[in-house]
């Protein structure tokens, strides 16, 4: 019979404590990028847009990117991709941006803060990492149909648990693509509303049918794991 695994011993103070700079440096580039969205001349976009030619959803995307990691909200992103790209290409690249975010926040957080939450998280917080890593995809679904904090916080959060990247992603994807559509239409009408059809709104009515679903097989999972076991 295989030995049992030896038992984890909690980091010393020493080795808790190096944890410190990673986070410190994750706040400083996170500061840095927020000052840097604060300084950007937002009244100077479309006529960017307008002299980068087919080279601007690109250049849209990296700073929607970035401005997402900086913890400013997905809504606006969205708002001004429709404004800036139309429904359907605002929608587009919006999401593109979003993805990268989360691809982006996820790499950050479960660098910097991944070991420090397994040395200093207590009973509470465990017993939710291990029910967010059971749930999966249908858990990072949900949340980000949710508006309960920045989209990019979310994916430092996200990096430090136990979620796995591929559920993270997809169900970022999932759960962001009904807001991503909604958004950037009432976007592109604020700009031009005779330019709108009813097309125009099918991949927001498809995105919040697939969200609507997984929300509610999240219930009825969730009743069901709730309801006492019988004999």
Not at 13 to 32: E, I
Not at 109 to 121: P, Q, S
Request: charged share 10%; hydrophobic share 55%; with cysteine.
């Amino acid at each position: 019979m295989a030995p049992d695994a030896p038992p984890q011993t909690p980091p010393t103070g020493r080795a808790a404590g190096t944890h410190w700079p990673r986070l410190v440096a994750l706040a400083g580039l996170v500061g840095l990028a927020g000052f840097a969205a604060w300084k950007l001349p937002l009244e100077k976009l479309p006529a960017w847009v307008d002299q980068l030619g087919p080279a601007a959803p690109a250049v849209a995307v990296l700073v929607c990117t970035v401005l997402l990691c900086a913890l400013v909200p997905r809504t606006a992103i969205s708002l001004g991709c429709g404004a800036l790209f139309g429904a359907i290409g605002g929608a587009a690249w919006s999401l593109t941006a979003a993805l990268l975010a989360a691809t982006i926040t996820y790499a950050a957080g479960r660098w910097a803060g991944r070991d420090f939450v397994a040395a200093h998280a207590g009973d509470r917080l465990a017993r939710l990492d291990r029910w967010l890593a059971r749930r999966g995809l249908l858990a990072v679904i949900v949340v980000r149909l949710q508006p309960i904090a920045p989209f990019g916080l979310v994916g430092y959060a996200y990096g430090t648990s136990s979620v796995r990247f591929r559920h993270y992603l997809l169900g970022t994807a999932l759960g962001g693509l009904p807001s991503s559509f909604s958004y950037a239409t009432i976007g592109a009408a604020a700009i031009a509303p005779h330019s709108l059809s009813w097309l125009t709104f099918i991949p927001a009515a498809t995105g919040i049918l697939i969200s609507a679903a997984a929300a509610l097989h999240w219930r009825h999972q969730t009743r069901t794991t709730a309801r006492p076991a019988t004999a």
